[in-house]
């Protein structure tokens, strides 16, 4: 080999190394510059196991990319998880989280001492496709500019303190497949605009439980291909009979504890994944299909508190059903309730 080449393969081999070395083992600096940011944003010792002289990917609660080095991820939580040490995180979500321009997923939970609204930086987001938030004292709307995050998948707030309605912009959301937020404050009705833009062979679902929700299920859901529509302990009004249908894929389907108002009698129970069924503590008529027996996947049914009628179907998996509810309803009868009168 003559020198030259020599010195052009040498040259390549060191380019080489100094770039994954680079990857895998230097902060990117932007992310480094908006993590001490983070940290200053916080009391002294918060993130006492962030030390300077080692890797920020190293970091604990910080996830990053092997190939890229760029971080990816922020999970933190005050309680033990895998390898993870706790952390409180006391103060509010520090806007500098917007700053970490790769961000794929971000993490807060059992974080009781986080509070405030969510900062405005978060728009910054382009990549995030995943926001969750359980059991914080985090505050405020649920901002509409989480519409201008293109790439969200899953917004998840459980059990924080977020109050105001659901901004209707979220449904111009392509992606966005999982909306999580029970547990909160939430006023208003439901957006109609939620999933209109998500492909219909996408599984959605909606979670809403325990808030302070008012008005109609929009109509718009009847032709989303929900796995999970969980709405119950709010104040719904009207009809839900459209979110039922013999070929949906749905799993779970919890309506409790509203004033939902419909005729049961015509609706087909899903009969491919539907085991949760909750109806109840509502002003639902009419009577139980027979039907309801090709649902055999059915773990659990609660009907009870309803004005319905009729002989509840008897038989097949549907009878051997565990943990059934019917009791407090107009006129209906058969096991578990007496036997119906001839
Ligand atoms: C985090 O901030 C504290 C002061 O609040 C400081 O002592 C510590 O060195 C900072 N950590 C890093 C990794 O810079
Ligand atoms: C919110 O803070 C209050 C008191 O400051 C506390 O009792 C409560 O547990 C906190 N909520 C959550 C979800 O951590
Ligand atoms: C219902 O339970 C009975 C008695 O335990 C059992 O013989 C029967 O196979 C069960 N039927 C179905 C469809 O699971």
């Not at 029970?182 to 006023?187: F, H, K, M, V």
């Amino acid at each position: 080999m003559d020198t030259k080449m020599c010195r052009v393969l040498g040259l390549a081999i060191a380019v080489l190394f100094l770039t994954t070395s680079l990857a895998s083992a230097a902060c990117n600096e932007d992310d480094l510059r908006a993590l001490l940011s983070f940290n200053s944003s916080f009391p002294p010792h918060t993130l006492h196991n962030w030390i300077n002289t080692e890797d920020c990917c190293s970091w604990g609660g910080i996830y990053c990319d092997d190939g890229t080095g760029r971080v990816t991820s922020l999970l933190f939580s005050n309680e033990p998880f895998n390898d993870f040490e706790p952390t409180d995180l006391v103060g509010p979500m520090p806007p500098s989280v917007g700053d970490l321009s790769e961000l794929v997923g971000i993490r807060f939970e059992n974080l009781p001492n986080l509070v405030g609204p969510l900062p405005r930086q978060l728009s910054k987001l382009k990549k995030l496709k995943s926001i969750s938030i359980y059991n914080t004292n985090l505050s405020g709307p649920i901002p509409s500019f989480l519409s201008q995050l293109p790439a969200l998948e899953q917004l998840m707030m459980t059990s924080s303190q977020f109050s105001g309605s659901i901004p209707p912009s979220l449904g111009s959301l392509e992606k966005l497949r999982d909306v999580v937020l029970p547990g909160n404050g939430l006023t208003g009705s439901i957006p109609p605009s939620l999933f209109s833009r998500l492909d219909r062979s996408v599984l959605a679902t909606l979670s809403l439980g325990q808030n302070k929700l008012a008005g109609a299920v929009p109509r718009s859901f009847a032709t989303v291909a929900f796995q999970a529509i969980e709405l119950h302990d709010n104040g719904l009004t009207g009809d839900a009979s459209f979110l039922f249908g013999k070929s949906k894929p749905v799993n779970s389907i919890l309506l409790g504890q509203n004033r939902l108002s419909f005729d049961l009698t015509g609706v087909e129970y899903p009969v491919g994944n539907l085991e949760y069924l909750d109806i109840s503590h509502n002003e639902i008529y009419g009577s139980i299909s027979e039907q309801i027996k090709e649902a055999t996947k059915l773990t659990y049914v609660d009907m009870s508190y309803n004005k319905l009628c009729g002989r509840i179907p008897s038989g097949g998996s549907f009878g051997n059903i565990t943990s059934r509810y019917f009791s407090h309803n107009k006129c209906l009868c058969g096991s578990p309730l007496p036997p119906c009168k001839k």
